[in-house]
């Protein structure tokens, strides 16, 4: 054995890795000060709920809670309605009934736009402290592969676009560590865009879509 065959490092055997422990490296490693600020964005998402679900009732009539409650509603509804999948109106279809009843479409868009992001944290949160349930569904490795290849843009796609999958994406943007303010920027700029959309389409259409309605019915 020569001079130049010592200076080689001798490889160790590598194992075959179990499609288990695949997930686990694919998996964002948490350092402490991760896990640190994993909880204090834990605790301010459960403050942010608590309270709001404490200062708001859940209504039994949505279109009469809009007139009573006003903008301060619409933010409420927001809030409540992406972070809760049983809230019976989600923020940007209360600006559209908002609007409808007369409030400014600017506003309630801008409103229900912010309300919405700050409820997406909690999908967020969910994701961020390590291993996600849900990557054993397919649908879910697909959105999380898109959010592996796009980032930003699909965060902005997800909440632009009225879907179902939304709740996945955020939850797969905390599972892969994306910056939050990043991700907040991002799902804010589209949520906004969904919310205008509705409430400026709330303004122009709900009095002539309630009309035809008691027309059939």
Same mark, same amino acid.
């Given at each position: 054995?020569?001079?130049?065959?010592?200076?080689? %490092? /001798?490889?160790?055997?590598?194992?075959?890795?179990? #499609? $288990?422990?695949?997930?686990?490296?694919?998996?964002?490693?948490? +350092?402490?000060?991760?896990?640190?600020?994993?909880?204090? &964005?834990?605790?301010?998402?459960?403050? /942010?709920?608590?309270?709001?679900?404490?200062? /708001?009732?859940? @209504? $039994?009539? #949505?279109?009469?809670?809009?007139?009573? +409650?006003?903008?301060?509603?619409?933010?409420?509804?927001?809030?409540?309605?992406?972070?809760? #999948?049983?809230?019976?109106? @989600?923020?940007? !279809?209360? *600006?559209?009934?908002?609007?409808?009843?007369?409030?400014? %479409? &600017?506003?309630?868009? &801008?409103?229900?736009?912010?309300?919405?992001?700050?409820?997406?944290?909690?999908?967020?949160?969910?994701?961020?402290?390590?291993?996600? *349930?849900?990557?054993?569904?397919?649908?879910?490795?697909?959105?999380?592969?898109?959010?592996?290849?796009?980032?930003? %843009?699909?965060?902005?796609?997800?909440?632009?676009? %009225?879907?179902?999958?939304?709740?996945?994406?955020?939850?797969? *943007?905390?599972?892969?560590?994306?910056?939050? !303010?990043?991700?907040?920027?991002?799902?804010?700029?589209?949520?906004? /865009?969904?919310?205008?959309?509705?409430?400026?389409?709330?303004?122009?259409?709900? $009095?002539?879509?309630?009309? &035809?309605?008691?027309?059939?019915?």
């Amino acid at each position: 054995m020569n001079s130049k065959e010592l200076d080689k %490092p /001798v490889e160790e055997e590598k194992s075959p890795v179990s #499609p $288990d422990e695949q997930t686990s490296v694919q998996t964002p490693s948490i +350092s402490r000060k991760s896990q640190v600020k994993y909880i204090i &964005l834990l605790v301010a998402a459960v403050l /942010v709920m608590v309270l709001v679900s404490v200062l /708001v009732q859940r @209504p $039994d009539n #949505p279109e009469e809670y809009l007139k009573t +409650s006003g903008y301060i509603g619409i933010f409420a509804m927001a809030v409540i309605g992406s972070a809760s #999948p049983v809230w019976p109106l @989600p923020g940007s !279809w209360a *600006a559209f009934i908002a609007a409808g009843l007369g409030l400014n %479409p &600017l506003y309630l868009g &801008l409103l229900a736009g912010i309300g919405e992001s700050i409820g997406e944290l909690s999908g967020y949160t969910a994701g961020y402290g390590g291993q996600v *349930a849900l990557r054993k569904f397919k649908q879910y490795q697909k959105i999380e592969n898109w959010m592996k290849k796009y980032g930003g %843009p699909a965060i902005f796609l997800f909440s632009a676009i %009225p879907n179902f999958f939304i709740k996945a994406a955020t939850i797969a *943007a905390g599972g892969l560590h994306y910056p939050i !303010w990043k991700f907040f920027i991002f799902c804010w700029a589209g949520k906004t /865009v969904k919310s205008l959309a509705f409430a400026f389409a709330g303004y122009g259409l709900f $009095d002539r879509i309630k009309r &035809l309605i008691d027309n059939i019915f």
